[in-house]
């Protein structure tokens, strides 16, 4: 396990809201060949919309308790979202899932991104109960897995963040690749992101 030691002990901390210091693929292949190949496998499975969103029963068992927790998590929490927002605006849609109310957390996260006074307060919303849960179900054990794969979620949600901006450079993806693998930077330029409303600065 010295190398998923190394790799967690290099990573910059997060924090909700900040830049993201790499994007989710960048992170997956830095952290790639120092993870089992089972692990690395998972990364790419990690995703905010997991398998079995849409389905009434819930996607197999992947083989990491995290990523099975985190997707019954999502599930849970979209389709409260789902239900909720049909009886908001007094649809009825029987081909709704009845939702489930555990975890307990994900159907009070619905509720309260519902009572948002805009779409985008309720994403902030919903993306920083996501980021609560990440922290809850990843335990108390730093140096695993666990962390590897919350770490990419978190990176998801900040790329997720970082999009309602219309500007995102890579000085600080050149840096922290050269930093931690000693190696030269393996990007360049700047990426242009479109806001949400298409308008850029």
């Given at each position: 396990?010295?190398?998923?030691?190394?790799?967690?002990?290099?990573?910059?901390?997060?924090?909700?809201?900040?830049?993201?210091?790499?994007?989710?693929?960048?992170?997956?292949?830095?952290?790639?060949?120092?993870?089992?190949?089972?692990?690395?496998?998972?990364?790419?499975?990690?995703?905010?919309?997991?398998?079995g969103l849409s389905s009434a029963n819930q996607a197999p068992p992947c083989g990491s308790d995290f990523i099975d927790q985190w997707r019954e998590w999502e599930r849970a929490l979209r389709l409260n979202l789902a239900r909720r927002?049909?009886?908001?605006?007094?649809?009825?849609?029987?081909?709704?899932?009845?939702?489930?109310?555990?975890?307990?957390?994900?159907?009070?996260?619905?509720?309260?991104?519902?009572?948002?006074?805009?779409?985008?307060?309720?994403?902030?919303?919903?993306?920083?109960?996501?980021?609560?849960?990440?922290?809850?179900?990843?335990?108390?054990?730093?140096?695993?897995?666990?962390?590897?794969?919350?770490?990419?979620?978190?990176?998801?949600?900040?790329?997720?963040?970082?999009?309602?901006?219309?500007?995102?450079?890579?000085?600080?993806?050149?840096?922290?690749?050269?930093?931690?693998?000693?190696?030269?930077?393996?990007?360049?330029?700047?990426?242009?992101?479109?806001?949400?409303?298409?308008?850029?600065?």
């Amino acid at each position: 396990m010295g190398a998923y030691y190394y790799l967690v002990s290099q990573l910059p901390s997060l924090a909700y809201g900040q830049k993201p210091p790499m994007l989710p693929e960048a992170f997956k292949e830095l952290a790639k060949p120092l993870l089992n190949a089972d692990d690395a496998a998972l990364l790419d499975v990690i995703s905010l919309e997991p398998a079995g969103l849409s389905s009434a029963n819930q996607a197999p068992p992947c083989g990491s308790d995290f990523i099975d927790q985190w997707r019954e998590w999502e599930r849970a929490l979209r389709l409260n979202l789902a239900r909720r927002r049909a009886v908001k605006v007094k649809r009825e849609n029987a081909a709704l899932a009845e939702p489930p109310v555990v975890p307990a957390l994900a159907a009070t996260a619905a509720q309260g991104a519902v009572a948002a006074a805009s779409p985008l307060e309720a994403e902030i919303f919903l993306d920083k109960a996501r980021w609560s849960a990440i922290e809850s179900l990843q335990g108390v054990d730093y140096f695993n897995r666990n962390t590897v794969f919350a770490y990419l979620l978190k990176l998801l949600i900040l790329e997720r963040n970082a999009s309602f901006q219309t500007e995102t450079g890579f000085s600080e993806y050149k840096s922290l690749y050269a930093s931690i693998l000693g190696s030269v930077a393996v990007f360049d330029g700047v990426q242009t992101r479109a806001s949400p409303a298409g308008e850029s600065k």
